[in-house]
């Protein structure tokens, strides 16, 4: 059964550091394009930034030039280094898989003073 499983959430003030992972199993995770989304309170789920097979990357302008996304495919692990954290960076982030569609339940991230 495939499994994405997001850890490091947490709660940080703002200007602050978190790094996210998301581990996976039972899946062809170095073939996959992967995809990081947040989702905050009362909001649509808004797609943050993804990683190709390859190991290009995209992100949303509104993370560009703060957050890093990468991958460690002999761990089947992506990460989200998240930098220069702000309040508006708050949501429960999720991992994505292209091949198949798989979600990760997601992790609370809270930007607070």
């Known amino acids: 059964q495939v499994q994405l499983v997001e850890s490091g959430g947490g709660l940080v003030r703002p200007g602050e550091s978190l790094r996210l992972s998301c581990v996976t199993s039972?899946?062809?995770?170095?073939?996959?394009?992967m995809r990081w989304y947040r989702q905050a309170p009362g909001k649509l789920r808004e797609w943050v930034a993804m990683i190709y097979a390859d190991g290009s990357t995209e992100y949303a302008d509104s993370v560009k030039g703060r957050f890093i996304i990468s991958r460690d495919n002999a761990k089947n692990t992506m990460f989200l280094q998240m930098n220069n954290l702000k309040p508006e960076d708050t949501a429960v982030y999720s991992c994505y898989a292209d091949l198949g569609a798989y979600w990760g339940k997601g992790t609370q991230v809270t930007v607070s003073s």
């Open positions: 039972q899946f062809r995770f170095s073939i996959s394009g």
